[in-house]
């Protein structure tokens, strides 16, 4: 188990810090003893700014994960291959699937902008996986996140292009990062469509940890209902976890929903705040 880390935002919807910036996106970097990992990269070149604003060597990161195929997750890869050459990059295979989503009724392209030969040109080594991998000592890629929950569910406006063909968009791609640590397992999500109750449960059982130290990352509940809201976080409330940091596409009231039930364990972090654990405080 892993007895310190590091999480430090370096992209997500909301800054203070005058030198950063933010934008619709999120990108958390995870430094262990064993290594470092950057989780999604943001929209554009928000990332490599930041990091280069925290002082932060880009060039010492030694994976990437993606967490789905969404343009503010995956959007500042081109940008971060500059700066990390020969950059090994974990993701599910769908997600290069061409994205869309309907608003005010026209098919918007949310999706990757990019052929996967185009990114492989700029030195990016792909390793896609759809089930559960151990990346580094005790830090797992979840694979796909198996969908139990029957109040945890895909807005019918996402939809994929399957040959000339458009069809509900499950977004099996979606996968999160897993870190097994002495004080329980420390669990990011992108933007979590697989909802966060599946994705802390399916870490629970691919770590046969039962203590959650830290939730961080989206929760895709900006725009659910009230009733979708409290149900997951009452279950997540079931679950104990020690502390969670809501981002990027959670949304106010979910937001206000968690911190009305957990208080002082829900950490609210904006562009360049980092979490440490360990030796790392």
Known sequence: ???????????????????????????????????????????????????????????????????HGHFDMVGGLPYLLREIPKAIIYSHPNIFHKKFKIKDKERVDIGIRWEKSDIEELGAIFILKSKPKEILPDVWISGEIPRLTDYETIDETYQEQILESYIHDEIHDDMSLIMKTEQGLVVLMGC????????????????????????????????????????????????QPD?????????????????????????????GDHYSMGSSQ
């Not at 430090?8 to 005058?18: A, D």
């Not at 989780?39 to 604003?53: R, S």
């Not at 966060?196 to 039962?210: F, G, I, S």
């Open 192 to 239: 979590g469509h697989s909802g966060p109750v599946n994705t802390v449960k399916h870490a629970m059982r691919l770590t046969n940890e039962n203590k959650i130290h830290l939730l961080m990352g989206g929760m895709h509940l900006q725009s659910a209902s009230d009733d979708k809201i409290s149900h997951i976080i009452n279950h997540l409330v079931d679950l």
């Open 1 to 67: 188990m892993l007895s310190e880390i590091k999480l430090t935002i370096l992209c997500e919807n909301r800054v203070v810090n005058p030198n950063l910036i933010a934008e619709q996106g999120l990108s958390i970097l995870v430094e262990t003893s064993q290594g470092k990992v950057l989780f999604d990269t943001g929209q554009t070149d928000t990332v490599v700014h930041n990091a280069k604003m925290l002082g932060i060597e880009l060039s010492d990161i030694d994976k990437i994960v993606l967490s």
């Open 243 to 271: 502390f969670i940091a809501p981002l990027h596409c959670c949304g106010f009231r979910c937001i206000n929903y968690l911190f009305n039930q957990l208080h002082e364990k829900i950490k609210l972090m904006n562009v």
